[in-house]
């Protein structure tokens, strides 16, 4: 009982737009109380210097902007430039403090952006193997690479996991090195080497906690943050 008393101490920030995202929020959530967390959901408008969080989630969403990483519009979805600057002060604050983070699916494309790395902005023309459907539905194919710590959390060099995105991981950033590809060989997760838990990955966990393997990336990254 000791040891959950000392879990339920560890607050975890959960980022998102000001408004929406209810689904992908509230499952997160679910997955930083199950492993005896408290969660802390940040929006544009907060002032994090006055939060206190030993763990950082930044979840999925609309494509970031270019401009971000200095490249021209190619199409032309929905962006949410609050949003960006707001997760942007996130990431940058966890990765001065040496926080554990997890950015999901445009939280993983905004860590590689705030390292110096780029991305793809529309992925079609990139598919060969895979359908370019969207889902959250466990029907693409991740490739652990070897020896990373992905693959030594998922305990798997295959698995199935699901797809939002449109935009991925082109360049990667500074200090960072992917860990996940899929059959079309598109970046699927990346991680510091080194880092107690720094990890973004394309897809959407939150989606797929009935399944043992993805849970742990969430309890991974709250044992990290108790240490």
Same mark, same amino acid.
């Given at each position: ?131 370019? #459907? #969207? ?19 998922? #305990? ?72």
């Amino acid at each position: 009982m000791a040891e959950w008393g000392n879990m339920s101490k560890t607050v975890v920030a959960i980022t998102g737009p000001r408004k929406g995202a209810f689904g992908p929020r509230f499952m997160v959530s679910c997955a930083v109380r199950w492993y005896g967390a408290k969660p802390l959901h940040i929006r544009p408008g907060d002032d994090i210097q006055t939060l206190q969080y030993d763990a950082v989630v930044v979840t999925g969403g609309h494509d970031i902007d270019p401009v971000l990483y200095a490249a021209e519009p190619e199409v032309h979805p929905k962006y949410d430039p609050e949003r960006d600057t707001l997760e942007s002060a996130v990431i940058d604050d966890a990765l001065v403090r040496g926080l554990p983070l997890l950015g999901i699916c445009r939280g993983a494309q905004l860590l590689n952006a705030r390292r110096g790395g780029n991305l793809f902005q529309d992925l079609k023309s990139h598919r060969k193997l895979t359908s370019n #459907r #969207r889902t959250i539905l466990p029907l693409k194919t991740l490739l652990p690479e070897s020896n990373s710590f992905l693959s030594k959390l998922l #305990r798997t060099d295959r698995c199935k996991i699901n797809s939002l995105h449109n935009q991925a991981i082109d360049h990667v950033g500074t200090d960072l090195q992917v860990s996940g590809l899929d059959l079309d060989g598109i970046v699927q997760a990346i991680e510091a080497p080194g880092h107690a838990f720094l990890i973004g990955v394309q897809w959407h966990p939150e989606f797929l906690l009935f399944n043992g393997r993805q849970r742990r990336l969430f309890g991974a990254l709250i044992e990290a943050a108790r240490h």
